[in-house]
């Protein structure tokens, strides 16, 4: 299995560490290792929930989500998206933006490629973490069956109740991240308006498509929430690795949003490692190969979790992927003003991943041994009898 789900991410690796090597050299070769493992460990937990979403699509679109979407993740969004952005913020046609970028360039030299793309950051961020926190604000107000930390959790889904205030309390966080942090507010206001619009769009035409498509018996996880298979399995309703049935899974319209959901999601994970690679090097093209052999790892990733099923066999990780998430939104608007280095960022989510992933072990280590002291007590009643 795990050569089938990894292999194309293997021989993309290979390929484009040979490449840089036979092309720049070995400074080239150690530039794109480096930022293949950035985007790995600041992106680790986006593949835990692109995998509670991936589970909801039947393989037709779980197969788009590899190619198609992986076509989307490493030229759109580590290459086209920044050369876009550049190109507008700077008034450029497409040939003088890809020229820019060619020219290369420090990123405190004025007119430079990496400078431009610096300079139009807080309008990135804004936008970039204002989608994560509707994101991780719809994760901890909803109230579900499974939680990690109980005591914080469980008042979070009572207020929860209250309709839209994931809407309100982002709305708050982006006027105060705006005043606080931005040299023009209004800049800011607009791109975190739109992060904010976006979600609710795409979130809500998913959810719309995937409601249609429904029977009444069926209880739905929409495209944000609890991935159907974590609570089924705890519930001893299907095993951890078989997922939603057949006819739960997502297609058509609905599959379409939630692959739309997947990739504006992508994004909004992708903008504080295309912008922090600038840190590291500022060849376009090897921060783009870096990058993009990087997101084929969190592909690859997604894949393996929903078909191995490992997200119902340790429960938490969703919990501890939306906390990570929360965390990154808070520090995307810190950044609108202060440098943060990747280094921080890539760790707070890892330790929310394994803080949840130890919390799992020993959920089922517990409900391990209460089920063999339960066996044990049937036995000694049968005895007896």
């Known amino acids: 299995m795990v050569l089938r789900i990894f292999g194309w991410s293997f021989a993309i690796t290979a390929i484009g560490l040979i490449a840089s090597f036979v092309l720049g050299g070995p400074t080239a070769f150690v530039l794109v290792a480096i930022l293949c493992v950035l985007e790995i460990s600041l992106s680790f937990d986006n593949a835990v929930v692109n995998a509670t979403i991936l589970v909801r699509m039947n393989e037709f679109w779980q197969r788009m989500f590899l190619t198609v979407g992986i076509l989307i993740a490493v030229f759109g969004m580590r ?19 890809i020229d820019l970028a060619a020219e290369g360039g420090s990123v405190d030299e004025p007119g430079t490629y990496a ?7 807080p309008s990135i961020a804004a936008f970039g973490g204002m989608f994560l926190l509707m994101l991780f604000l719809d994760f901890i107000f909803e109230d579900r069956e499974i939680r990690w930390l109980t005591w914080l959790e469980t008042p979070l889904a009572r207020i929860g109740k209250l309709d839209q205030l994931a809407v309100v309390v982002a709305t708050v966080a982006l006027v105060l991240a705006a005043e606080a942090f931005a040299e023009d507010v ?9 992060g904010i619009v976006t979600y609710l769009l795409v979130n809500g035409l998913g ?7 429904a029977t009444d018996e069926e209880d739905l996880a929409g495209v944000h929430g609890d991935a159907a298979a974590v609570e089924d399995s705890v519930a001893g309703r299907r095993s951890a690795s078989e997922g939603p049935s057949d006819l739960a899974r997502a297609s058509g319209k609905a599959a ?4 739309l959901y997947l990739e504006v999601l992508d994004a909004s994970f992708s903008f504080d490692g295309v912008i922090g690679a600038f840190a590291i090097t500022q060849d376009i ?3 783009a190969a870096g990058l993009g052999i990087g997101a084929m790892y969190i592909r690859s990733i997604t894949v393996y979790l929903v078909r191995n099923g490992t997200l ?3 429960v938490y990780l969703e919990h501890g992927a939306h906390w990570a998430i929360g965390a990154l939104a808070v520090i995307l608007l810190v950044t609108i003003e ?3 280095p990747e280094i921080i960022t890539g760790l707070v989510g890892v330790g929310f991943i394994a803080a949840a992933l130890v919390s799992s072990l020993a959920r089922n280590r517990r409900e391990g041994s209460l089920e063999a002291a339960a066996e044990a007590r049937r036995k000694a009643v049968a005895g007896r009898v």
């Open 256 to 259: 379409f949003f939630l692959f």
């Open 338 to 340: 202060y440098e943060v």
């Open 186 to 194: 209004g800049t800011v206001m607009v791109s975190g308006a739109l």
């Open 79 to 97: 290459l086209v998206f920044p050369l876009l952005i550049v190109a507008i913020t700077a008034g450029l046609g497409p040939i003088e933006a």
């Open 115 to 121: 400078q431009l793309l610096h300079e139009a950051h």
């Open 312 to 314: 119902g066999q340790y």
């Open 207 to 213: 959810e719309l498509f995937e409601a249609e498509g």
């Open 285 to 287: 093209f090897i921060i």
